[in-house]
């Protein structure tokens, strides 16, 4: 009896163990991805919306295509670790030096010349370079000879933006390429840059701004917009068209033609994997189209640090039912997410040749200061890794940017840098007006006078600096070490505040910290008659600007705008000191794309008149704001009619009831 029991408990463990191993076998061919094939490229976004797909073929069950031999990337086994030299680039900084262009080179190698050359990397002498930049995009019979400085391609980046003759016979060496989208067999991940493939009127800096204007698709937009060779073709809803694929037999649904490069007005971008397809990527993340990519055979742009599933999908061009019937079903969250990326990462990376080109040399840079980089989360979310210097950090809780993100709140103490210059007076009055606010720390007094400074001030409950200046304005912008806090207050020797207004302005900061937060504001507006752009000190509903004269910042932007502003732009600040309250603000909306907030000010600091900004606005302060906006390509201000008061200002009732009560004092 005891044996039959055991004989069927046995049988009865080998049915169950034979059942589960049956049942999971199927389960784990849902969840294990089948491994790549050999040669297969590594790197390219995977589909996030596996739910969607999960009854259709694996990549193992398709038919494989007829065998191809994949060619051997260039360079040999060259890696960033065996053939480039870093030690160079931690002594003198990074600095690239431009080998002289061919004399017949195109209109869109002048653009990216003249980007490097007014870039802060830029240097003349060879020899303090940490890397150098030659081109190989001369036409046929003007191909440059080895430079006397190639040393076997050692530290040099070749940059090559179309086929030509010169790099199918110039050998390499150790050279890194720069080239526009590269094909998959010859790109080597971690040491060549993928770069975008760029028309000849893309525009040097700034750029034409993303064309979504509403971020759900429309319900009688198109689904689908397939790239040809004319242009864009944009079919109907119905899921069961299959643009690309000819053996079709369903009902293609309504479709239009757009000839050209007009940009396409649908949700998703379908494009074919050929090279000559590249161009219409960039077309479709200017217009918010989702890009498709039909098993593309080249490099994404700048894959090295963009996370492309974010922005864009990559699918088989052997399922066109399945995919299509997949992108139909879309969650709109998920629609939403990718139109916004394509957006962000059009108007930060793409929208320029200045913006390209700088992202390039960013990516270079982040490899030599290896642990010291950007990292993932700063490349790819607002505003980009191009405004978020690792010289100042790589910690996104220490960019004003990332707070409400992070789950953070920036600390409660500020610092107060008054700016004493050739006209001003030792500000007593104001000293002990800031240093009245229970949330400052200390007090800096950046002394840019002629005359020695006094020496002896009044006592105050913080700790009180002074500074010696370099008898220029923009030295309140420079990034002093003796700054201690997150928060700025920027003020002049002329400037008239009273502690409630301080306090009451910190407050409001603290829910900004990306945003400047100021009391008197400035106006810009265009002038039709002169076609330039002007600007206004009058009292008007609407404003774009604060003065730095009495001003809330985060003290990252003083980093920004030392080491980020291009060579124009600095000499700029040097020559017509009303430019620096221009710049600043131009800098903080480009980096923020919002608008800066007014809080309410006592009728004597609206009296006071800044030496430096007279109250009518010279001819050479007018001219000022055209001068930078031409050279930032566009216009980043952004207007604005909100003013934060405290809660009860200016009510009716008891003066006992409000907090900030001396802000309604005469």
């Avoid at 396409?264 to 990519?293: K, M, S």
């Avoid at 002049?492 to 207004?501: F, G, K, Q, R, V």
């Avoid at 003290?555 to 600043?584: G, I, N, Q, W």
């Amino acid at each position: 009896m005891q044996s039959w029991r055991r004989k069927s408990l046995w049988l009865a463990l080998l049915a169950s163990w034979l059942l589960g191993l049956l049942g999971i076998l199927p389960l784990l061919r849902l969840v294990v991805p089948t491994g790549p094939r050999a040669g297969a490229p590594q790197g390219w976004p995977r589909w996030l919306d596996a739910e969607l797909l999960q009854s259709f073929l694996q990549p193992g069950e398709l038919p494989e295509d007829a065998p191809q031999l994949r060619r051997a990337p260039r360079g040999g086994s060259c890696d960033w670790g065996a053939c480039f030299d870093t030690s160079k680039c931690r002594s003198g900084g990074f600095k690239v030096f431009v080998y002289p262009a061919a004399e017949l080179i195109s209109e869109m190698q002048h653009k990216i010349l003249a980007s490097i050359e007014g870039s802060r990397y830029h240097t003349v002498s060879p020899t303090e370079a940490c890397l150098h930049l030659l081109s190989l995009d001369a036409p046929a019979g003007a191909c440059s000879l080895v430079p006397p400085k190639w040393n076997g391609g050692k530290n040099h980046l070749v940059l090559r933006l179309h086929p030509a003759s010169c790099s199918a016979t110039f050998q390499l060496g150790q050279a890194m390429v720069a080239e526009a989208s590269p094909t998959v067999d010859t790109f080597r991940p971690g040491f060549d840059v993928a770069l975008p493939l760029l028309p000849e009127a893309h525009p040097v800096r700034g750029g034409a701004p993303g064309q979504l204007r509403q971020h759900s698709p429309h319900p009688g937009a198109a689904l689908l917009a397939l790239a040809e060779e004319r242009g864009w073709r944009v079919a109907g809803t119905d899921s069961s068209a299959c643009p690309w694929d000819g053996h079709c037999e369903q009902d293609h649904g309504p479709e239009q033609t757009h000839p050209g490069a007009a940009l396409p007005n649908a949700t998703f971008c379908l494009i074919p994997g050929r090279h000559a397809d590249a161009l219409r990527f960039l077309q479709a993340l200017q217009a918010g189209c989702i890009p498709v990519l039909l098993s593309p055979r080249w490099e994404l742009p700048f894959s090295e640090v963009i996370d492309w599933t974010k922005a864009a999908i990559v699918a088989d061009e052997r399922l066109p039912l399945q995919v299509l019937a997949a992108l139909q079903e879309m969650p709109p969250t998920r629609v939403l997410a990718l139109r916004q990326q394509t957006q962000f990462l059009w108007d930060t990376y793409f929208s320029s040749v200045e913006k390209v080109i700088r992202t390039t040399l960013e990516i270079i840079q982040d490899r030599i200061l290896g642990a010291s980089a950007h990292p993932s989360l700063l490349w790819n979310n607002p505003p980009g890794a191009l405004l978020a210097l690792p010289t100042f950090s790589t910690s996104p809780l220490d960019f004003p940017f990332y707070y409400l993100q992070q789950g953070s709140r920036p600390a409660g103490r500020f610092s107060a840098l008054i700016w004493v210059g050739a006209t001003g007076q030792p500000p007593l009055k104001l000293i002990q007006a800031v240093a009245g606010s229970q949330h400052c720390a200390q007090i800096l007094v950046l002394w840019s006078n002629d005359k020695p400074p006094p020496p002896s001030w009044p006592e105050t409950a913080v700790p009180l600096l002074v500074i010696e200046g370099h008898r220029k304005v923009s030295d309140r912008f420079l990034p002093h070490s003796a700054i201690s806090t997150d928060a700025i207050l920027s003020l002049d020797a002329h400037s008239s505040l009273s502690t409630p207004e301080v306090d009451f302005a910190f407050v409001v900061w603290q829910s900004f910290p990306e945003r400047m937060v100021g009391f008197l504001t400035w106006s810009h507006f265009w002038d039709e008659a002169q076609g330039r752009w002007g600007y206004t000190a009058e009292r008007v509903n609407e404003f774009s600007m604060v003065l730095t004269s009495a001003a809330f910042y985060h003290r990252y932007y003083h980093t920004l705008f030392t080491h980020s502003l291009p060579k124009a732009l600095r000499r700029l600040a040097e020559a017509a000191p009303p430019c620096v309250d221009v710049l600043m603000n131009f800098l903080v909306a480009a980096a923020t794309k919002l608008p800066p907030i007014k809080v309410p000010s006592g009728r004597q600091h609206e009296d006071a008149s800044s030496p430096r900004v007279p109250g009518d606005l010279e001819p050479a302060a007018q001219d000022c704001i055209d001068r930078v906006a031409a050279e930032f390509g566009h216009m980043p201000l952004v207007s604005s009619r909100l003013r934060l008061d405290p809660v009860l200002f200016k009510d009716p009732v008891s003066v006992l009831r409000k907090k900030y009560r001396g802000l309604e004092k005469p």
